[in-house]
């Protein structure tokens, strides 16, 4: 609703880094997109490993917009716990840093959010309609 209403209007700050909510909402559309277009489905989980920080944000909302549930994974949990946690909820990916990736279990399906942003530079920045 703000990103309609008030999309120059300031949505997030951190440290010397300032995203507009239509930013913000354009940056998740375009994630969202990309998570689609990854496989993910209404419904499904995705894993996401990083820093409090506008990636977070920006992923956050983009799980939801892309019609999934996040599961957060704490880059400081121990590796078994990780392990149990992903076996247990089966994400469909999991949205890592990728200085967390090598924390995660062999053959989880993670997508580095470094190269996440990299590809969404070709996905429309409109909201994607989830099935």
Request: glycine content about 6%; charged content about 25%.
């Amino acid at each position: 609703e703000q990103a309609s209403s008030r999309p120059e209007a300031m949505a997030l700050e951190y440290r010397n880094f300032r995203m507009t909510y239509g930013e913000l909402d354009g940056e998740a559309n375009a994630l969202a997109r990309l998570l689609i277009d990854s496989g993910v489905e209404r419904g499904d989980h995705v894993g996401l490993m990083v820093n409090r920080s506008p990636d977070m944000a920006v992923s956050l909302l983009a799980i939801l917009k892309a019609g999934a549930a996040y599961l957060p994974l704490d880059p400081e949990y121990p590796r078994a716990r990780l392990a149990r946690l992903i076996a247990d909820a089966r994400p469909r990916l999991i949205l890592a840093a990728e200085a967390y990736q090598a924390r995660l279990p062999e053959g989880a399906p993670v997508l580095g959010v470094d190269r996440a942003r990299s590809r969404m530079g070709s996905y429309a920045r409109t909201r994607p309609q989830v099935p």
